[in-house]
């Protein structure tokens, strides 16, 4: 099994906690820092172990990461043996589509963060005692150079994201460590997510071990734009009324309805209890009976955000165990106001801050945004872009397969609904690392 002690709580359960503040930050005094790093904050990171168990969750979750200027401040300047982790976010900007650097937060435009410090708690107060205290701890050995505050979503929203729909329903099985599946779920091996376990075949330091590469997105959403253009685009169907036709071309871009049900499974009408049954919620292929894959886009469409991510059956048996992350983000700015709603337009920041783990950031994150996402021709030639995610420089997408009454027909989306901020690749280390390698 895996040693769950020395792996951080975030990276295959997730924090889950209703609030979240990413800490980044520049190390100003490596010196200084060190001691601090191994005194001050390794006894206060939560491993996994201690999320497992209610009664051993602290008020206030922590977590840390580095970039790999964090870690070469650091004077540690071995490999990790992966490129796109040593080149920076920044670098990368161009393949992953986004339409340009003016776009991004001023501080992820650059390789000037070193690292981020991940709280999470059920209160902004826990969170912000939690800060204090760290900050007189550090004192100036780091410097703070921006964060974002992020957090569920009020009430009934809880768990959904900015744009209504359910999420962190599909995240992968670890094998020796997921006990039970669920139906449908992926099961990759611990080296998918963790350096040097079982399936990572690249050569890392022997420190580095079940270590793990966070790729931070702040990804902005445009929820009142969104809402127009499904309100003036509904799917026209003489059984529907024109805000089920909405509702529909909205649950067919994302591939769930706002319930999490997944249109593969039920095509035409949300079913909130098939949303909300984890038994029954993944357990679904693209492939039925008398239907042909290759071509029937009745149930869900090419295109939809969750099969451009995960293609499931389209792949095949065996490629459906490539390219899988474990996400762990959380929304972040205020609900739609009034006017906002009433006008289409955002006037306040609101998002998805995205996060996800994997071994490989040329097999997980990067390699679902760049291949699959912004590729218009996968899952097979002129599905288009993703509706949701897809990022093409800021040009139009026009995207495939969104009317199950005419597969012919494309949409042309002239918005991003989802726009990058930026944001960095880093590297979240074991807490044995922390203390052998990376303080001393
Ligand atoms: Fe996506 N959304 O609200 O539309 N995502 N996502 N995502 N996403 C998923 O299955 C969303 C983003 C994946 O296993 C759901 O847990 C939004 C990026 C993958 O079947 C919903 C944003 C990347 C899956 C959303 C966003 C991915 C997934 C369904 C940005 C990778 C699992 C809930 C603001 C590059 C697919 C669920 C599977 C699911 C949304 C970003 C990837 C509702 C709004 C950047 C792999």
Redesign the pocket.
Known sequence: GLNLDDIQGDVLIGMKKNRELFYFFTIANAADFKPKLSGSILPLITSTTQLLDVSTQPETALNIAFSQTGLTALNVTDSLGDSLFSGGQFKDLANLGDPSATQWVPEFAGTGIHGVLLFASDTDDHINTAVTNLESALGDSITKVYSLQAGARPGAEAG?????????????AVTGFTANPMAGQ?VVAPGTILLSETGDATTRPSWAKDGTFL?F?Q???LVPEFNAFLTANPIVDGNLTAEQGSDLLGAR????WKS?A?VDLSPLVDDPALGADPTRN?NFTFTHSGFTLSSDQTHCPFSA???K??P?SDLGTPEDAAH??M?A?IPYGPEVSDSEASSGTTSTER??A?V?YQSSLANG??F??QI??NNANFVHAGTGADP??GALAGAQRVVGGLDPTNSAKTTTLTTD??VSRGGEYFFAPSLSAIASKLSV
């Open positions: 959904h994201e900015h744009f209504g729909f359910l999420d962190g329903i599909s995240n992968p992926a790729a997105r990804l902005k959403q871009m994302v591939g769930r999490g997944p993944n955000h969750i099969r991510t995960r499931r899988h992350i996400r983000g998002g998805l995205f996800a994150f990067h679902l945004q699959w996402a949701i995610i609904f989802v």
